[in-house]
């Protein structure tokens, strides 16, 4: 069986992250979203994957490859050009991509699933593909229900008592919406679809193709199904992905490392004197990271790998990227540290190092760290509020 993962998005709502990072590559306590869902998809007998890539394309296809090592075949279809010896990236919409596929060569020749590459979910895939077959749709979107306070943020569905959709609006404001239960980003295609899609241009699953299928009075359907469903299109989604893992709330998502005390993982060979520090799980810590004496670490917090959390400092439900070290003394609650950036839990970002504060969280590999002047430290001190509690 077929499949087709979308992993061709900038990822503009969770920068800072995807500045270096593919959405589809994000980490989930070290292991790239995408991953889990080729696992998914390998459970459930979708053997062929295709991928269309175009941001940061050579991260995606340098960590997966063939797929050979997670037991499917991979391929990717990159959507841009090259100019200077560099990819640039031009993606074509989410069934512009499927239909450039097909154009290619026709790939897709019977029932195919299509996921999006930044969600965690935990799906019976072969009773979705059963149902959509019973009912002889063209097209199933697996649906599930949102408070409607959260309906902006996705594609809202409103479907008759046989499961046939009639309405499609995409990210209607809360007023607007015709309904709360919403579009997942997990599709079932007949061949034909492409048949709707034009070829050579930028077009969109939600925002062109559906409102089409709905006009058209074509067989497209919705199914609401009991699973778990944790998207990461926004920062503070991603920061709900870790603690809901480190909580063990997901099911298919086992914490890496070892548990060396109740609630604590870490990877290998970290640095830590357990008398001198204070540290209440769930909490991971990557390897080779070092943790110094009177430091005091609350969970839910991840530390990634290669870090240098300094004398003193406080760490609370917070989420810390590799190689990122926190200098003395500092206070670190409900933030994202990722290289440059430090990150509230709403998603406002703070360059800084230009604001001149990388003496505060900064590069763990550098030999001598920064040191605050006063001037440095009064920039802190006007900003302690968006950068320390």
Not at 32 to 58: C, D, I, R, T, Y
Not at 181 to 208: A, C, K, V
Request: aromatic share 8%; with cysteine.
């Amino acid at each position: 069986m077929k499949a087709m993962i979308l992993a061709a998005g900038k990822g503009t709502r969770v920068r800072p992250i995807t500045y270096t990072i593919p959405k589809p590559m994000i980490p989930i306590l070290q292991k790239p979203v995408m991953e889990f869902l080729l696992e998914l998809l390998k459970e459930h007998g979708f053997k062929e994957v295709m991928v269309n890539v175009s941001h940061l394309a050579q991260e995606i296809e340098s960590y997966f490859r063939d797929g050979q090592r997670f037991g499917v075949e991979v391929a990717y279809s990159f959507e841009g050009r090259i100019e200077d010896g560099q990819l640039i990236g031009e993606a074509l919409g989410s069934a512009g991509g499927m239909k450039r596929i097909q154009d290619f060569s026709p790939f897709f020749d019977d029932t195919f699933v299509v996921l999006c590459g930044d969600a965690l979910i935990d799906l019976d895939l072969t009773e979705a593909v059963r149902w959509h077959k019973e009912k002889g749709a063209l097209a199933t979107i697996v649906m599930k229900t949102v408070p409607r306070e959260e309906v902006s943020s996705y594609g809202v569905v409103v479907t008759d008592s046989d499961g046939r959709i009639q309405a499609f609006q995409e990210k209607p404001s809360v007023e607007e919406a015709l309904s709360t239960t919403i579009n997942t980003g997990i599709y079932i295609f007949e061949p034909e679809i492409l048949n709707y899609i034009p070829s050579g241009q930028e077009y969109d699953i939600g925002g062109d193709l559906f409102p089409k299928l709905v006009e058209t009075g074509a067989p497209f359907y919705g199914i609401s199904m009991d699973f778990q469903w944790i998207d990461i299109g926004k920062v503070p989604d991603y920061w709900q992905a870790i603690r809901s893992v480190l909580n063990g709330e997901v099911r298919n998502v086992a914490i890496p490392g070892k548990q060396v005390r109740p609630g604590v993982y870490t990877g290998l060979n970290v640095a830590i004197d357990w008398d001198s520090v204070a540290i209440e799980g769930p909490v991971y810590i990557g390897g080779m990271t070092r943790i110094d004496e009177g430091v005091r670490i609350v969970g839910p917090a991840m530390i990634g790998p290669n870090c240098h959390i300094c004398k003193g400092a406080t760490i609370e439900n917070s989420v810390i990227f590799e190689y990122s070290r926190l200098g003395s003394g500092v206070r670190l609650v409900d933030k994202l540290v990722f290289g440059r950036y430090c990150v509230d839990r709403n998603g406002n970002a703070i360059d800084v190092q230009a604001a001149a504060l990388d003496w505060l969280i900064t590069d763990a590999r550098r030999a001598e760290p920064v040191q605050p002047s006063a001037e440095h430290q009064a920039i802190a001190d006007l900003l302690g509020s968006n950068v320390l509690p």
